[in-house]
């Protein structure tokens, strides 16, 4: 599963999920979690990792659920509880 770091997710909300409603922003704490994280480039050639998770999420790693709805011209904006 491809995740971001929270200066990421805007980026990749608009760039892949523009105009798409019902999406959520899971907060995972990476020490609770059991299965394999590991940072890899993303595919638009920058300079900069994403973390990837390879597996299952368990439920307790989750410490924040987050909805995330585009404004009405489709862009997402960061949910003000998270910035």
Known sequence: MHCSKINQIMRVANQYYSGQSGLVILMVDPYRLKADLRWEPG???RDELFPHIYGPINLDAVIGVFACEPDREGSFTL???LT
């Open 43 to 45: 595919t638009d050639k």
């Open 79 to 81: 949910p003000p509880n």
